[in-house]
């Protein structure tokens, strides 16, 4: 057995890993199964963007930072995939998207908030 110790978003844990020998790492078992029949190709299909819920789409911020600008006013209508506003977290700019088509329905903070991670920006109905 090895140790080790793995740090995950700022937190430690000590893991205990087994070591094994090249030969039991190259067994592998294998299930035989049925043939399966071939199927007729379909036509692919146009994406479809996704639309906000009906009690609408909450966008969070996935990190802790300060809102370099807000490109949304409530009543804006968004695309999936537009820019909604700037986050700076660690001396970089990140862009924070709209997740699904719709009208901003709230907008919950201003240019220069500080907003910890899960924190929330933006309302889209």
Known sequence: MRNFIVNVNGVSYKIEVEE???????????VPTAPVAPTAPTAPTAPVAPTAPANGQKVESPMPGTILDVRVKVGDSVKQGDV?????AMKMENEILAPCDGTIADVRVQKSSTVDSGALLVVIA
Request: aromatic share 0%; net charge negative.
């Open 20 to 30: 094994v020998s090249a030969e039991e790492a190259a067994v592998v078992k294998t």
């Open 84 to 88: 909604v506003m700037i986050l700076e």
